[in-house]
Nanobody, 126 residues
Framework: QVELVESGGGLVQAGGSLRLSCAAS????????MGWYRQAPGKQRELVAA???????NYTDSVKGRFTISRDNAKNTVYLQMNSLKPEDTAVYYC????????????????????WGQGTQVTVSS
C-alpha cells in the first residue's frame, strides 16, 4: 500500500556531507512517524533519527549535533542532512514510516502496520 524509496547515498570522505531523501508513495496520507535507521556490517539495525508529522524529533546520541532530520508533509518526504561524517557512519541507511509513532521514534522500528524502504548505502572513507 505504501512504498518508500530512498536516495542520496554514496561515498564521501570523512568530514563531508550527504543528504538522504525518502519519498512515500501509494497511500501515505495517514503516516505519522518517519525516520532513518542504519545497519553496519556485524551490527544490529539501529535508530539514527526520527520525526513525527507534527515535528517532534529524536536522534541517537552518536549523531546529535551532526545530523538533522526534516520532512515535507505535502510531498510525503523525509530528509536526513548528514554533516561532519565519520567512518563509523558507514552503513546501509533505511527509511521507515508508520501510521503510529512510539516504536519507530524510540528505536524499535515500525510496527507490523508500518513500512521499510530498501536501503541506501553510505560509505565514509578515512
Amino acid at each position: 500500500q505504501v512504498e518508500l524509496v530512498e536516495s542520496g547515498g554514496g561515498l564521501v570522505q570523512a568530514g563531508g556531507s550527504l543528504r538522504l531523501s525518502c519519498a512515500a508513495s501509494g497511500s501515505p496520507f495517514n503516516i505519522n512517524a518517519m525516520g532513518w535507521y542504519r545497519q553496519a556490517p556485524g551490527k544490529q539495525r539501529e535508530l539514527v533519527a526520527a520525526i513525527t508529522k507534527g515535528g517532534t524529533t529524536n536522534y541517537t546520541d552518536s549523531v546529535k549535533g551532526r545530523f538533522t532530520i526534516s520532512r515535507d508533509n505535502a510531498k510525503n518526504t523525509v530528509y536526513l542532512q548528514m554533516n561532519s561524517l565519520k567512518p563509523e557512519d558507514t552503513a546501509v541507511y533505511y527509511c521507515a514510516a508508520d501510521t503510529r509513532g512510539a516504536n519507530l521514534m524510540y528505536g524499535l522500528g515500525p510496527t507490523s502496520l508500518g513500512y521499510w524502504g530498501q536501503g541506501t548505502q553510505v560509505t565514509v572513507s578515512s
